[in-house]
Structures are given as C-alpha cells and as structure tokens.
C-alpha cells in the first residue's frame, strides 16, 4: 500500500511492494543464501539476519514496457538499482524517497535488482550509531509507473488564507522525456473547478515549472476536530489528449506564529505530543499500514493531538493517516546528536541539504505537517554549526516559507541557535538525568531564552521529556527504571510543562521503547531506548494511565498571556 487514495487515472501505474522478493546477504555467514520476503521488509526481521550489517540484494522480476519510473519511498540506508544487470541509479538516506526513469525498455520481463547497504562508514554523514536502529531493507514502498512522452513529477498546492476565503498556490512540475521540443497543455482540478493552464512549450529532455493561482470556491478549514480533505489533480494534455495526471490532497488551514503562541487557524495551539520512532520488534521500521494506525489509535486513546518524527522523515502513509484525523506533525530532517567534529564530515551539509529537499518536495501538501525542523540536539553551540543551521533554516524557507521552523536543543543556555528559527525547542530530562525539581529547571531554561537568548519572545516548546521503565520491573523503592518512578516523573514533567502559562506544549519522550544501534549505546538495558509509554509490542506501562489522564484533562486551545 503506497497511499490512502488513488494518485492516478490515467498513469499506468503497478506496486511492486506487498509481494514476496528475493534476498540474499552479500557478505556474512548466510552470503548468498536465498530467503523470500515480503517487502516492505527489514532483513533484521529474517530470523537468520537479525543483526546483520551489510549490504542485502533484493530481486524480482517485472513486466515492463516503454518508459517507465521506478519509484522508491524508502530504502535503508543506501540503494544502488540495477534493471538487466545495469545500474541505473544510486540514493543515499532511508527516510526519503527517490525514482529513476528508464527509456525505451522492450516488452517483457526484466530483472529488477536493489542493492540495499545499512553499514556505517565515512561516506555517511547521517546514518551514524546511534540512539535508535539504522534498519537494512526496502523498507516502504515500491512503485512502477509506465509513462507516455512527458509527465508531472509533482503538484505543489499551498493554501493562502484571504479576507475573503482561500487562495491556492499551486506549482506543477512537468518533464519532457522525448527528444523533440513539445508543447503540453495543464489542467487543473480542485473542488469541483476546472482550470485550463495555458500551453508550455518544453525543450528535448528538459523540465518546466509551471505556476497558477486557483480559487476554490467556498471550501471548509482543516481542523483537527473537523480535518477536511480536498483532492487536487494536474492533467497534462498533448494536443488535446490527456496523456498523464497525477492527484494530491490539501487541507485549507494556516499555521504561523504570534508573539510567545503557535496560531491554527487563528486559534492558539497547546501541543500535547508524542516522539515516535518507526520501529516494531515484528516489523522494524517497515511498519505496515495497520501497525501505523494502530500507533494513531493509542496516541490518540493517550490524548494526544500531535507527533514528532523523530528523527526522519515518514513513511507518506503515516502522514496521509494524520491528515484524515487531524493529527498534527513536526517532521524533520535526518540528523540526531551529531558532534562538531561529525558535522565537518564533508558529506554532512550536502547529505542532509538533500534530506530536507527531498521531504519538503514530497510532503509540503499534508496539511497535519506544521512544523518542519532540523538537527535534533546537533552542534548548535558553535560558531561551524551556527553556519549549517542557518543554512538548512534558508534551505527550508526558499522551498516551503508558509510553515514555522524549529530544532530540538540540549545546549543548556549555551545554544547560540536560536535567533534562526520561529519556534524554541528544549530537549529536557529533569528528575532522570539529574534531580533537578521539574518546576525548577523548566522555569530556568526557559527564563534564560527570555533574558539572556536570541530566542526571546518567541513560541516556546519542550520537544522531549520523559523517563525509562522496564515493561513489568515494579518496586515500591520507586527506583529508576521501574514503572513506578517512569509514572511518577511524568506526572511532575507533564504537570510542569503544560502548567507553565507561556510554553506552547510538551512532545513526551518517547512513545515506544526502540531498539538501538549496538554500536552507539550497548550499555542502555535491553540495548533499547526504554522511555516509551507503551513497550516495544505497544504493552501498556503504568504511565499510559497518568499521561491519559493528564494530556485529556488540558485543551488542544487554550488563551495565552497577552491574549
């Protein structure tokens, strides 16, 4: 399953996912060995690969014929493809996704090959050791599209709030595969209008940007109690017959900021959240779609109105889901705790530049993404990384300038950051990592961002929170990493947080326990990360009730000071 709707009517299109492929390791114990998988699929799901690191071949054959775009929504954590034994394209990062075209192929069955490689190396400036699981596989889907001599790569349609109504912004790219010059004529339809965009004439093999204005007519907001869906679709005509189209949703809703308040639709938000990695002991990170949802209906069972992407962007079916149930999201690029020294990678700025083009080209239309951020606690007390944020901050504004900007921080008043972004974010861990009283040091971080920061008067977020507990270790010592204490000191984060009149909200560290890299952190028990609410098989721990109770007990809205 690639999307929760039809995204073609005219485009020939087949998913390659959801049946079995070859794979076979290509070093190891169990080189060469032949396993059938489903895929999506991450190798470490195969009994024999759990902790395999390396490179995996994964094989099918395909009927094909003419031109056609092979599209992957995410393989870990590099991908070579070849088709007939020929390479026919290269992607680094499991978190975005890609395609190739291939031209002319002749009628019949083809090998299609994925070379999927999960090692770390210094070529890799993103997928380091780390505080959570770099998975090896075809991790999301595979699509196969058969195209005529042109297409459109995407449509862009971004709501613009007037006195009147809504405008749409809309940006379609269109590719020209022949060899000749053409001339394509563009509709566009939304909301029961038809636009006729006037004929663009694109060179041999070249592109084109085409933008319009569109009126929708009389259109219902996006709310989170009321998330209205509208589909958009671009159909390209070669004279006077329809020869591709492509369909995308949007919601008419406006995020931005005011002072100290994040604003939805003019309404002051209070973010009661979760961080949620992709990660299932059955599944890894290639969660199928019942799993994602499952994950929605306990997060929401939690009361919670929002999730943070820790710390990559999602599978596209993930946000399709939030966006049909009014579930917002702070999505944000690939990186997580990277030190000066890994930042200087000469791979790092070029690597995770691409990250945020490749998220914000294929995600900008979801309206549930709100927030986009980057660099989650990174070298932002430096000179060097003030440089890469400030850079990844314009990087963001140039593609997508309707959405606020952020980045979780752990520099502990030393983060000289904050002057770049709409919205401060604190990574903080009171009453976990040192016995600081809640009250106390969330009232100090945020008084020194007021007073003595280029965050001041800002929208303040406290984006990881929480402690660890073993699912089913219970003392009356109230001992660390018993439920007990895990349920305890959230109760006194949560309360402290969401009490704090000028915070706009909480994102609670973590949603499910995950496993780590062994490399990173072998010493965390269980080598998982044990802060979740919920275990890694989603089994309640004594805080799924204390966080219930308290996240249903404050608004999703709520006046502010200065209101």
Same mark, same amino acid.
């Given at each position: 399953?690639?999307?929760?709707?039809?995204?073609?009517?005219?485009?020939?299109?087949?998913?390659?996912?959801?049946?079995?492929?070859?794979?076979?390791?290509?070093?190891?114990?169990?080189?060469?060995?032949?396993?059938?998988?489903?895929?999506?699929?991450?190798?470490?799901?195969?009994?024999?690969?759990?902790?395999?690191?390396?490179?995996?071949?994964?094989?099918?054959?395909?009927?094909?014929?003419?031109?056609?775009?092979?599209?992957?929504?995410?393989?870990?954590?590099?991908?070579?493809?070849?088709?007939?034994?020929?390479?026919?394209?290269?992607?680094?990062?499991?978190?975005?996704?890609?395609?190739?075209?291939?031209?002319?192929?002749?009628?019949?069955?083809?090998?299609?090959?994925?070379?999927?490689?999960?090692?770390?190396?210094?070529?890799?400036?993103?997928?380091?050791?780390?505080?959570?699981?770099?998975?090896?596989?075809?991790?999301?889907?595979?699509?196969?599209?058969?195209?005529?001599?042109?297409?459109?790569?995407?449509?862009?349609?971004?709501?613009?709030?007037?006195?009147?109504?809504?405008?749409?912004?809309?940006?379609?790219?269109?590719?020209?595969?022949?060899? +000749?010059? !053409?001339?394509? %004529?563009?509709? @566009?339809? *939304? #909301? =029961? &209008?038809?636009?006729? $965009?006037?004929?663009?004439?694109?060179?041999?093999?070249?592109?084109?940007?085409?933008?319009?204005?569109?009126?929708?007519?009389?259109?219902?907001?996006?709310?989170?109690?009321?998330?209205?869906?509208?589909?958009?679709?671009?159909?390209?005509?070669?004279?006077?017959?329809?020869?591709?189209?492509?369909?995308?949703?949007?919601?008419?809703? +406006?995020? !931005?900021?005011? %002072?100290?308040? @994040?604003? *939805? #639709? =003019? &309404?002051?938000?209070? $973010?009661?959240?979760?961080?949620?990695?992709?990660?299932?002991?059955?599944?890894?990170?290639?969660?199928?779609?019942?799993?994602?949802?499952?994950?929605?209906?306990?997060?929401?069972?939690?009361?919670?109105?929002?999730?943070?992407?820790?710390?990559?962007?999602?599978?596209?079916?993930?946000?399709?889901?939030?966006?049909?149930?009014?579930?917002?999201?702070?999505?944000?690029?690939?990186?997580?705790? *990277?030190?000066?020294?890994?930042?200087?990678?000469?791979?790092?700025?070029?690597?995770?530049?691409?990250?945020?083009?490749?998220?914000?080209?294929?995600?900008?239309?979801?309206?549930?993404?709100?927030?986009?951020?980057?660099?989650?606690?990174?070298?932002?007390?430096?000179?060097?990384?003030?440089?890469?944020?400030?850079?990844?901050?314009?990087?963001?504004?140039?593609?997508?300038?309707?959405?606020?900007?952020?980045?979780?921080?752990?520099?502990?008043?030393?983060?000289?950051?904050?002057?770049?972004?709409?919205?401060?974010?604190?990574?903080?861990?009171?009453?976990?990592?040192?016995?600081?009283?809640?009250?106390?040091?969330?009232?100090?971080?945020?008084?020194?961002?007021?007073?003595?920061?280029?965050?001041?008067?800002?929208?303040?977020?406290?984006?990881?929170?929480?402690?660890?507990?073993?699912?089913?270790?219970?003392?009356?010592?109230?001992?660390?990493?018993?439920?007990?204490?895990?349920?305890?000191?959230?109760?006194?984060?949560?309360?402290?947080?969401?009490?704090?009149?000028?915070?706009?909200?909480?994102?609670?560290?973590?949603?499910?326990?995950?496993?780590?890299?062994?490399?990173?952190?072998?010493?965390?028990?269980?080598?998982?990360?044990?802060?979740?609410?919920?275990?890694?098989?989603?089994?309640?721990?004594?805080?799924?009730?204390?966080?219930?109770?308290?996240?249903?007990?404050?608004?999703?809205?709520?006046?502010?000071?200065?209101?």
């Amino acid at each position: 399953m690639i999307r929760t709707f039809q995204t073609n009517k005219i485009r020939e299109t087949r998913e390659l996912s959801g049946s079995l492929w070859n794979l076979s390791p290509c070093a190891g114990e169990h080189k060469d060995e032949k396993y059938s998988v489903a895929v999506p699929c991450c190798w470490e799901t195969v009994p024999d690969l759990s902790n395999y690191r390396g490179t995996g071949l994964f094989s099918r054959t395909m009927e094909a014929e003419g031109n056609i775009r092979l599209v992957f929504k995410g393989v870990s954590h590099t991908a070579r493809v070849c088709l007939d034994g020929r390479v026919i394209g290269e992607h680094y990062n499991a978190y975005t996704p890609f395609s190739f075209i291939v031209k002319n192929v002749s009628k019949g069955d083809h090998l299609l090959e994925v070379y999927a490689d999960n090692s770390f190396h210094e070529n890799s400036a993103l997928h380091v050791p780390n505080d959570y699981m770099s998975y090896g596989g075809i991790s999301r889907g595979v699509v196969l599209e058969t195209l005529e001599d042109a297409f459109i790569e995407f449509i862009h349609a971004v709501p613009v709030r007037l006195e009147e109504g809504w405008n749409t912004k809309v940006l379609v790219k269109i590719k020209n595969l022949s060899a +000749e010059e !053409k001339g394509y %004529g563009l509709i @566009i339809q *939304l #909301n =029961g &209008r038809r636009v006729v $965009i006037d004929e663009a004439v694109i060179g041999p093999e070249e592109e084109r940007l085409v933008e319009a204005d569109i009126f929708p007519g009389e259109v219902e907001t996006w709310e989170m109690e009321n998330p209205r869906l509208y589909e958009i679709r671009g159909i390209l005509t070669e004279n006077g017959r329809e020869i591709d189209d492509l369909i995308d949703r949007i919601g008419y809703r +406006e995020i !931005k900021t005011e %002072g100290k308040d @994040i604003l *939805l #639709n =003019g &309404r002051k938000l209070l $973010i009661k959240g979760f961080c949620r990695h992709e990660d299932h002991p059955m599944f890894a990170c290639a969660l199928p779609f019942s799993a994602m949802q499952q994950d929605l209906l306990i997060a929401r069972d939690l009361g919670a109105n929002s999730i943070r992407t820790s710390h990559y962007p999602n599978d596209e079916l993930f946000l399709d889901l939030c966006d049909e149930q009014g579930i917002l999201v702070w999505e944000e690029n690939h990186a997580r705790g *990277l030190t000066l020294e890994q930042m200087k990678n000469p791979n790092f700025e070029e690597q995770a530049e691409r990250c945020i083009e490749e998220m914000i080209t294929a995600h900008i239309n979801h309206p549930s993404v709100i927030i986009w951020g980057i660099l989650n606690e990174c070298a932002s007390d430096t000179e060097y990384g003030y440089d890469c944020y400030k850079k990844q901050y314009d990087l963001i504004k140039s593609l997508d300038d309707t959405r606020p900007r952020s980045s979780a921080s752990c520099k502990f008043k030393t983060d000289i950051c904050l002057g770049l972004p709409e919205i401060v974010s604190y990574n903080l861990y009171p009453e976990w990592y040192h016995d600081t009283p809640v009250g106390d040091y969330v009232e100090d971080i945020y008084h020194w961002v007021q007073a003595e920061s280029q965050g001041r008067d800002k929208p303040f977020l406290v984006t990881e929170i929480g402690a660890g507990a073993i699912y089913g270790y219970r003392s009356q010592t109230m001992c660390k990493w018993s439920e007990e204490y895990q349920a305890k000191a959230l109760e006194n984060q949560i309360r402290a947080v969401l009490d704090h009149r000028e915070i706009c909200g909480i994102y609670i560290w973590q949603f499910c326990d995950v496993r780590v890299s062994d490399e990173w952190f072998g010493s965390r028990p269980r080598t998982m990360n044990n802060k979740g609410i919920v275990d890694e098989f989603r089994r309640r721990k004594m805080s799924y009730d204390v966080v219930k109770g308290l996240f249903h007990s404050y608004p999703d809205y709520k006046e502010r000071s200065g209101a």
